[in-house]
């Protein structure tokens, strides 16, 4: 049985934009070209150290046309990837960081079901440990309410 969601996805306006991409990849992030997956952010609670980010997942993608030809799958390293960015950006948001916070590992994966485009992944992150050089962030992915994927993210912040 899958565990309940780290957010209630009905208690927030998943139409309201807060963080949109150009100001993810323009300010927060350094990621560029194809390793910019995520679309924008639809909450923030400092007080819950929460974020729910999302990522639109398009038929025209770069990996569509081989991975799975004639039933595209997104790959599973890269959902991990947009949940790493994910928390990275609820990371420098909650602590206002200026650092680079690089995808320091994994833990605790389970992947629940495929996510085939077209699709809306909704991230889910919240931290549990926010320290100075290193964060840990639950995180899970989520279509159309259901929930396709769930693991620990660790960040490591590096020195300028």
């Not at 150009?22 to 679309?39: N, T």
């Not at 599973?76 to 200026?98: I, N, P, R």
């Not at 485009?117 to 320290?131: E, G, M, N, V, W």
Request: hydrophobic residues 45%; contains cysteine; charged residues 20%.
């Amino acid at each position: 049985m899958p565990p309940p969601l780290l957010i209630d996805l009905e208690s927030i306006d998943l139409q309201k934009v807060v963080t949109p991409r150009a100001e993810i990849y323009g300010r927060i992030l350094p990621h560029a070209f194809e390793f910019q997956v995520l679309d924008g952010v639809l909450h923030v609670n400092r007080d819950r150290r929460e974020i729910v980010a999302f990522a639109d997942i398009r038929p025209d993608a770069w990996w569509v046309r081989g991975h799975v030809p004639g039933r595209p799958l997104l790959p599973g390293v890269l959902m991990l990837e947009m949940a790493a960015q994910a928390c990275a950006v609820g990371t420098k948001l909650l602590t206002d960081s200026t650092s680079f916070i690089a995808f320091g590992g994994v833990d605790r994966c389970r992947f629940r079901d495929t996510v085939v485009p077209p699709a809306r992944l909704h991230l889910l992150c919240r931290a549990t440990d926010i320290r100075p050089r290193r964060q840990l962030s639950e995180a899970q992915g989520v279509v159309n309410g259901k929930l396709v994927f769930e693991a620990t993210i660790t960040g490591l912040t590096l020195a300028g």
